[in-house]
């Protein structure tokens, strides 16, 4: 071979080393000609290293969705990816910070389909103080597809949460998770919804709806997810965050814009159940998921599989949350599994108010250690302490019990106590909570003369069983008022003059 061939080889080989990013380049084992600082296992195709700076990360839990693996004590990694295998991750440990990209949570890299070369995917974090108290941002069906709702979205709501957050944050690290149906069908709003939700300053982290699927994919689930990922990562991972383990799942099966069912694939149990070896039983679970996995007005509804999942989830303390129905409804599913299934951040369908007549609004949970001290339901431009709604004899109902108030409590559970006062003198505590259509009546009290357009889809819909009626004893110049306790002490009240 002549010398000018072999230099030609030797320029090709250098322009192909050189054009490969750092981390994609092919991993060989060590030899003389090409050093590597990984020695690579027997059959794997992913290795990477988890730096601080010039410090490795030990113990971290890292991932491709279906094995996991815990790096050694040089931050190494080493997986044998699966064929359908889209992401690596790391379940960013307490120890460390959430690291961020353009304003938002940045813990995975995309891998290619070649599976034939080993990749090096390599992570860099921060060490940092565990937070042992710290609040979390709840948010359900921000849900924006075209120019109003963007705007709406970009002018009032965000806004809104934005100042709410900057008070929490006087309290204590504010982290946040996003419960899917960021958008309505409109995968190029992603792009949008991630721009404003950056503005309010704070690790949020996103879960997949149905709206977020492409509906022009039609029989194909993880295809129809692409765009999702191609703006947020996976579809499902972990982190932790003080004592509190952090997963999210997608239970959205879809197969079409209304084929869908909620169903969490055998793949993610199977990688749950890995994630979990690495989770000691005294840590707070909290799982988010966009369509809920049980009701307690409904029990026969929910994920198909759900039963799965809480076998699962045996021997933890579990919260989870999720959004998809636009209401408030609070589950208990057995003595360490509760499930807050949350109303919305565009209410009813950019109408102002949830179909069950709660506020359209987000929730709160204040965390300390590995426990939840206190959580609210807050409507986005009301108090906190704006948790009750009372409608006077016939305006929320115009046939049955229309001589009577309906008392709406937004968050109620089994566990809170609802009691009556006429003129301040008790008279009852209300146990029977009804489950009826709110109709138009309560639809026009709730907003007076200021009420939108009626939109038949949007309006408060059936199955509210957070609602209760009072017959009072004197129909004139008295005044009622509503006493809400809640499972954590706090007192709400509202009143109202007949």
């Not at 949460?161 to 944050?169: E, L, N, P, Q, S």
């Not at 965050?241 to 997963?247: A, E, M, N, R, V």
């Not at 919260?319 to 209410?347: A, D, F, K």
Request: charged share 25%; aromatic share 12%.
């Amino acid at each position: 071979m002549t010398h000018k061939i072999l230099f030609k080889l030797l320029v090709i080989s250098l322009l192909f080393f050189v054009g490969c990013s750092e981390d994609e380049r092919l991993v060989r084992n060590p030899s003389p000609e090409e050093p590597s600082d990984i020695t690579i296992k027997e059959g794997i195709n992913l290795v990477g290293k988890l730096m601080d700076g010039n410090n490795p990360v030990v113990g971290a839990v890292v991932s491709d969705g279906y094995s996991t693996v815990i790096t050694d004590a040089e931050g190494i990694y080493q997986l044998k990816a699966d064929k359908l295998a889209k992401f690596v991750f790391v379940s960013i440990p307490a120890d460390y910070a959430i690291p961020l990209e353009n304003g938002l949570p940045k813990i995975y890299q995309e891998l290619g389909t070649d599976r034939t070369k080993v990749l090096r995917k390599d992570f860099a974090l921060k060490k940092q103080a565990i937070v042992n108290k710290f609040q979390l941002l709840a948010l359900a069906d921000v849900q924006i597809g075209q120019s109003v709702e963007l705007n709406w979205l970009r002018q009032t709501e965000v806004p809104l949460i934005r100042d709410y957050v900057k008070t929490m944050k006087s309290e204590s690290p504010v982290y946040g998770i996003s419960l899917g149906d960021l958008v309505w069908d409109n995968m190029t709003y992603f792009t949008e919804y991630a721009n404003e939700m950056k503005r309010l300053e704070i690790p949020l982290f996103q879960v997949i709806g149905n709206h977020d699927h492409d509906r022009t994919v039609i029989g194909n689930d993880s295809r129809a997810a692409y765009q999702f990922e191609s703006n947020f990562g996976p579809t499902y991972y972990s982190y932790n965050i003080g004592d509190c383990h952090f997963i999210v799942l997608d239970n959205v099966n879809y197969n079409g814009h209304s084929d869908y069912s909620a169903h969490i694939t055998q793949n993610q149990l199977d990688w749950l159940k890995e994630d979990l070896r690495h989770v000691s039983k005294d840590k707070l679970i909290i799982l988010g998921t966009h369509i809920y996995t049980s009701r307690r007005d409904r029990p026969n509804l929910g994920t198909s599989n759900k039963e799965e999942l809480y076998k699962l989830l045996e021997g933890y303390k579990v919260r989870i949350l999720t959004g998809h129905l636009h209401n408030n409804r609070m589950t208990t599913i057995n003595q360490n599994i509760e499930e807050n299934n949350l109303g919305s951040v565009m209410g009813a369908f950019w109408n102002y108010l949830c179909n069950d007549g709660s506020p359209r609004g987000y929730a709160v949970y204040e965390i300390e250690g590995n426990k939840i001290k206190n959580w609210y339901y807050k409507g986005t431009d009301q108090t906190k302490d704006y948790q009750i709604k009372i409608y006077k004899p016939g305006q929320a109902v115009t046939e049955s019990r229309k001589d009577g108030i309906i008392v709406n409590v937004f968050a109620w559970h089994t566990d809170w106590t609802v009691k009556v006062y006429e003129n301040g003198v008790y008279k009852t505590t209300l146990t029977e909570n009804l489950r009826f259509e709110m109709d138009r009546d309560a639809y026009d009290a709730y907003f007076g003369d200021d009420k939108p357009a009626h939109r038949p889809s949007a309006e408060p819909e059936a199955y509210n069983d957070h609602m209760f009626y009072y017959k009072p004893t004197v129909t004139k110049g008295v005044t009622i008022k509503v006493e809400a306790i809640d499972s954590n002490g706090n007192k709400y009240t509202e009143s109202v003059i007949l």
